[in-house]
């Protein structure tokens, strides 16, 4: 059996918005999937056998619908005819958008759904665009669907699986996958984000869940800078004990990479290292309570030399030899 599966699809690079203007959107490119896979194809990881590289699908109608309202779901197709246009706030539209967020979603659904299974130790979905801003009946963010809750939904209703501990470390709050799973207590949403606490925003501690939710949903705001020794300290401090008592069948990360000191949008100064040692403790954490289980899930990263190594340091992460870390 191999271990590791990294899962892409054609139709993700479709979704093109690097014509409307010279900021966030443009960051948002096709070049940040094929990059960070050419990289990994000539990794030692590679090289050794020790991932496959795997192709997506395309998620069906049905499966985006179990998360999200059909509004939403009609202007992005209808958009997409057209060829442009604002589905939500920073959400523009290109002519592949509405077949990139399906491929997005539906390679996400089979690399949960081959980890569910058995098939790989782990699998990584490579997608674009992302999904954690993306709400039931909004686009917002870069994020059209929200590729890990229509994963999480297909597992939980056709795959038959209970609980899932949605992990988020891209450097933005995971606001979407919160609100779907908001009153939820078989999905445990933990989001660590830069936050200003100045200001006051989304994403601060008080939310908490609600009902049965409650207590299922924990935000872990960090400053704007936060640093690699503080943010895995903090990461250690809440992920141990939250899925040690919450026990979750399946972990999904939500991997965003925008928390490297390096990129473009992101405000935090971790390291491609750094994401190694999350890896690493997931892994370890996960070895006890969900037989090693591990989904990850591309949200954000828009620096395209930082994601490809950051990327690859995930995969090293799981990986036991670590004499071959970059
Ligand atoms: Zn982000």
């Not at 959400?91 to 980890?115: D, Q």
């Not at 979905?125 to 999904?131: C, D, Q, S, Y």
């Not at 699986?161 to 606001?175: N, P």
């Amino acid at each position: 059996m191999k271990r590791i599966g990294v899962l892409y699809h054609v139709d993700t690079l479709m979704h093109v918005t690097d014509f409307t203007r010279p900021w966030m959107e443009s960051f948002e490119s096709p070049q940040r999937i094929t990059l960070t896979l050419d990289f990994l194809r000539k990794s030692d990881l590679s090289k050794s056998g020790e991932i496959d590289f795997l192709e997506g699908k395309r998620a069906e109608v049905k499966d985006v619908l179990r998360v999200h309202h059909p509004y939403i779901f009609h202007i992005i197709d209808e958009l997409s005819k057209i060829g442009r246009g604002i589905a939500g706030e920073l959400s523009y539209v290109s002519r592949g958008t509405f077949r990139a967020a399906f491929a997005a979603a539906g390679t996400a659904i089979k690399a949960g759904e081959l980890v569910v299974k058995g098939v790989y130790d782990q699998c990584f979905a490579l997608i674009r665009p992302p999904g954690h801003h993306a709400g039931v009946a909004h686009a917002e963010g870069l994020c059209f669907f929200n590729n890990v809750a229509v994963m999480i939904k297909y597992l939980q209703e056709e795959v038959g699986i209970g609980r899932i501990m949605v992990v988020d470390w891209d450097a933005h709050v995971s606001d979407g996958t919160s609100q779907i799973f908001y009153d939820d207590d078989t999905v445990l949403v933990l989001s660590f984000h830069e936050y200003d606490f100045d200001q006051g925003e989304r994403g601060g501690i008080q939310e908490i869940g609600y009902g049965k939710g409650e207590g299922y949903n924990v935000n872990v705001p960090l400053p704007l800078g936060t640093a690699e020794d503080c943010y895995f300290d903090v990461f250690v401090e809440f992920f141990e004990p939250l899925a040690r008592n919450f026990r979750p069948d399946l972990i999904a990360i939500s991997a965003g990479f925008d928390a490297h000191f390096a990129d473009p949008v992101g405000n935090m100064n971790l390291r491609s290292k750094t994401y190694f040692k999350l890896s690493e403790e997931v892994l370890k954490v996960a070895g006890r309570v969900c037989n090693s289980k591990i989904v990850f899930v591309l949200e954000g990263g828009y620096n395209l030399l930082a994601l490809p190594l950051s990327v690859s340091a995930v995969l090293y992460g799981l990986n036991w030899n670590r004499s071959k870390i970059l």
